[in-house]
């Protein structure tokens, strides 16, 4: 045979299937020339078409490159600048018909900025150097509504610039750092960054465990990461009951008052949950990060951040030998559309379209067979029995998800992320290929 090994479904999803688990078990490795299409459609007695359909499929997912008349070839590492999981993270360029990789929000749905640009002035210009990183009325505006006693809050270029400053101030090399398992790849990567280990939380429908806070914190972590609402990828939201005891585990905790909890609110304000912070128990300990990403556009860059004061002007200290502040035209414009009425209302019906797009799809998920846990914000988990046969099905189908291993630290049952917040279409016919790719692959 060209390839060392049986087809047993010849179709487009079949023949891609196989391809994708030699590359993933080593039998094909990077660099390695492939048969041409028409040399593969003899061998199995298929039409090229067929053959040709498969090898759009793994185009589409990364896993192998047509390189013109020299041939095609399993793909190498791509993409240098992206950290090792985010490699994994998003689809590759190309034509999808519905690309719910990304867990970003669905343009149609962020607010316009017209209105709050025409308020700014036509020129970058600034005060002195020196003055406040932050726009004090901004400042005000974020203090009405945050979820805990903050003494300073400031405002950075989005959550992950937050969250990497902050654990810059507490993580020395050799320090561990717990995060939760599934959770978002940057943290883990940025953990390695800083030459800290991970310390994997468990987590449930309400967030981590008690328990597995209680396990983690023997090891004495210096920093703790949480997602509080919408977590990435489960879209599983806290309560304030269980942020009370976890809070409750890190008071009780050897040396818990040592323990620098980060906490990442990515999904604020298109969140149907509440606001919560384990900060309302342990303020001293809580660095609170708020991203308007998801709420009102990714490319502002834009989050605030409040907690303690001894470690939030040691943050602000360290970047005006930086970045210096985060551009105070943007922060106008932030301002603007936290107290137009309009904007607040754009916002405020993005919140309930993505409820309601994310119960559609998980409801018709279940009627397809599929058990998927409620979820909040942008994005389903969705349980698969094979990683790689569930995204080649799917990008055979013109889908691109995002592939689960890089979510997750120490393994477990196979998963992909669906961005379920912009499934806008035909939510039946989504549900019924996300179902057949849960089953790819079931021996």
Known sequence: ML??????????????????????????????????????AAELSVSPATVSAAWQALARTGTIVSRGRAGTFVRGVRRDWLTRRVQGLSSREGEWRLDLSLGTPDPELLPSLAAAFSHVTLRADTGRYHDLPVLPELAEVLARDWPSR?????????????????????????????????????????????????VPLSIDDEGVRPESLADALVQRPTAVILQPRAHNPTGASMSAERARRLAAVIGAARDGSRVTVIEDDHSGLISMAPAVSLGRWIPDQVVHVRSFSKSHGPDLRIAALGGPARLVERLVARRMLGPGWTSRLLQTVLLDMLT????????????????????????????????????????????????????????????????????????????????????????????????????????
């Open 3 to 40: 390839l060392p090994v049986e087809f047993p479904d010849r179709s487009p999803q079949g023949i891609a299937g196989v391809i994708a688990r030699l590359v993933t078990d080593g039998v094909l490795t990077p660099g390695d020339r492939l048969p041409t299409v028409r040399e593969v």
């Open 150 to 198: 903050a003494e300073t809050v400031t405002v950075v270029d989005g959550a992950l610039d937050g969250i990497s400053r902050t654990l810059e101030q507490v993580v020395r090399f050799g320090d561990r750092v717990a995060v939760e398992s599934p959770g978002f790849p940057y943290f883990f990567d940025l953990v390695d960054a800083l030459g800290a280990e991970a």
């Open 340 to 443: 137009d009425p309009e904007a607040l209302a754009a916002v405020g019906a993005a919140r309930h379209v993505y409820r309601d797009r994310g119960e559609a799809l998980v409801t018709a998920l279940r009627r397809e067979g599929v058990a998927v846990p409620g979820h909040d914000g942008l994005n389903v988990w969705l349980p698969v029995a094979d990683e790689r046969a569930a995204t080649v099905h799917l990008a055979a189908a013109g889908i691109a998800v995002a592939a689960g291993a890089p979510f997750v630290i120490d393994g477990g049952p196979a998963h992909v992320r669906v961005t379920a917040g912009v499934v806008a279409g035909d939510v039946a016919a989504v549900a019924r290929d996300l179902a057949a790719a849960a089953r790819a692959g079931r021996g």
